[in-house]
Every structure is written in C-alpha cells, then in structure tokens.
C-alpha cells in the first residue's frame, strides 16, 4: 500500500490529466492505468461557454483522489494562492507543490518550494512537492513534514527518463516518506526503473497521453510500475564482473 | 456595474448583486468551480450573501487537465 498522509492507495502509479487527444481518450486511459490519484491545474474559467466539457465533472469521484498542482506559479505566494483555490472547491485536500523557477527547463525553484511547503503544511494540506533530484533539499522538505516528496527523473514532459539514479536512489533510502518519481519518464522501462530503485510511486502525463496509443501505454505503465516494485521487493541479484553458470558443472557426461 | 471578471471588463445586469447572482446570470450555477473576488476567496456558503461592487475583481477558476 502506498500512504500519503491519511490516505492509503493500492495504485503506485498516480496519472497526469493534461494533453489528452479526446475526453474519451482520457477516460479510458484513466481506467486502464488503474491509477487512484489524478493531478489536475487550476485555471480561469471561459465564463461565456459553461456548455464546455470539463474532464473533472465526468469523473467518479469517489474512485479517485484529487491531487491539483500549482503549476503556473513562479513564487512560494502564488502556489499558496492556487492552493487555497483548490482547496476550496471543497474536493481535496492534497497538493503538488510546483514552482518553477526556469521556463526553458520547468525545473522546480527550491528556496520557493520550499517556502510553500512551509506555508501549506501550517495551514493544514497534504503537501506534496514537485523537486529537483536534490538530496538535501529533499531531506529538508520532510523535516518540514512534507507528506511525500517528489523529485523528477528529467525535465517535465521531456520523456528522457531517469538520468540520475544514484541521486534518486540517495533520496530514496534517506527518506522516511513515500518517494514518488515526477516527471520526465518517457517508457515502461523508466518507470519500471523507478520503481526498482525503491520509489514508493511514479507520476507521469505526457509519457501517457502523448503517446500514439494512450490507453496502451496506460496500461503499459500500471504494469511496469507494478513490475518495477514487485522487483524491488523481490531484491535483484547484485551485478558481477564475469560469468557463473547457471547449470551445474559436475556430473558432465562425457564421450 | 461593471467587473472586472478574469481579467476582463464585463458588464453585468443590475439583478446581479452577490456572488450566487452572478453565477446564476452566466450559468455556472451548477458548475464546478471557485471565485475569488479582490484575491479573498469566496466560499460556498457566502455566494448568496457576498454582495458585488461595481469594479470588484472576480476571478472565476476551475480544475483543467494538468500533471
């Protein structure tokens, strides 16, 4: 089980809503990912078309948990202000803290990161935030009692995948919250790596719904990551150098 | 009166005096969403009382699809 907070999820891999091709598209991909935690954006309304479908109003809402970014944000006040918006649509209380600090690369700001995080958890959130693969940074987010940390494999959207595992893996054995892998994971592979270095979860969007065949892939990533633990659990053999065989090599019939 | 409702000028009727009004007035009653006015946020229990001035800014927002 994956716990944030008070919640409980028997999913690890938590789904992005964003750049679908169609609402039914995302429907499907949504069920076939088998994902419980939906990030969302919050943003204006077009007041002057309400006919406008919205993805959130079809959702069943008792099946999934709503975890709303903050994306937009480049200042600790701002995300606290997309915060409290979202909180008050009276649906969740979890939040992705995402503050960027650089808009070529969409990489977190930490000293404003942070200062939400701070802010939120005194006002009651479950806080989640968006980080770089920063060691230290992440140990100060949980001493702050952030409820899950979250630190990218590689640029948002970028699908380059993990590019630093050490890293990664040093905040993973450090942390004594869930870890959850945020963005940059491109394939199965990538999220099945997460995982096996020990990720309590992975969060992605556009590995899903940019690809050609979104539901697949949906489905793709509910089984690497699915894989991806059962492997950590499992403990994969450790590497070496040269060759043992694996067939006994006494008892050789010989000519 | 006039509001400046996400970002833009909007001329309202003279019926829309609150929040729960001016929802009402663009059909978004049942709408799934959250209003600000002059950056305090507005909850659902004050849209009937929350009255309007001419020139209040309104931010109406909701959930889009994001990661």
Redesign the interface.
């Known amino acids: 089980m994956l716990k944030i907070g008070p919640y409980e999820f028997s999913s690890r891999l938590l789904l992005?809503?964003?750049?679908?091709p169609s609402l039914d598209v995302?429907k499907e991909a949504v069920e076939a990912s088998g994902a419980e935690i939906l990030?969302?954006?919050?943003?204006?309304?077009n007041?002057?078309s309400?006919e406008q479908p919205?993805?959130?109003?079809q959702l069943d809402l008792s099946k999934y948990k709503?975890l709303?970014?903050t994306?937009g944000a480049k200042t600790a006040e701002e995300a606290v202000?997309i915060a409290?918006?979202?909180k008050?649509?009276?649906?969740c209380d979890m939040i992705k803290v995402e503050v960027i600090g650089c808009d070529k690369t969409l990489l977190p700001d930490p000293i404003e990161t942070l200062k939400a995080a701070e802010m939120l958890l005194e006002e009651g959130f479950i806080v989640l935030p968006y980080t770089s693969d920063d060691v230290v940074l992440a140990k100060r987010l949980e001493e702050l009692g952030c409820h899950a940390i979250m630190p990218g494999a590689s640029p948002?959207?970028s699908g380059q995948g993990i590019i630093n595992p050490l890293n990664l893996s040093f905040i993973i054995e450090q942390a004594n919250v869930p870890v959850i892998v945020d963005?940059g994971i491109g394939g199965p592979a990538d999220a099945a790596l997460a995982m096996e270095l020990g990720a309590d979860g992975v969060?992605?969007?556009?590995a899903v719904s940019g690809a050609a065949d979104p539901v697949k892939m949906a489905k793709a990533m509910k089984l690497a990551v699915e894989a991806g633990r059962l492997g950590y659990e499992a403990g994969r053999i450790p590497k070496k150098r040269y060759a043992s065989a694996s067939s006994p090599t006494e008892g050789m019939s010989v000519v | 009166m006039t509001l400046v409702?996400?970002?833009e000028a909007v001329a309202v009727p003279d019926e829309v005096k609150t929040v729960g009004d001016l929802l009402a007035h663009?059909?978004?009653e049942n709408?799934?969403?959250?209003v600000?006015v002059n950056?305090r946020?507005i909850?659902?229990h004050e849209y009937e009382t929350k009255a309007l001035c001419d020139g209040d800014r309104v931010?109406?927002?909701?959930?889009?699809?994001?990661?």
């Open positions: 992005g809503t964003g750049k679908y995302q990030t969302f954006a919050v943003r204006r309304m007041i002057f309400p919205n993805f959130l109003e709503l709303p970014n994306a202000r409290r918006l979202a008050a649509s009276g649906l948002i959207g963005a969060l992605l969007n556009t | 409702i996400n970002g663009f059909r978004l709408k799934l969403c959250i600000e950056v946020i909850q659902k931010e109406i927002v909701h959930f889009v699809g994001g990661g």
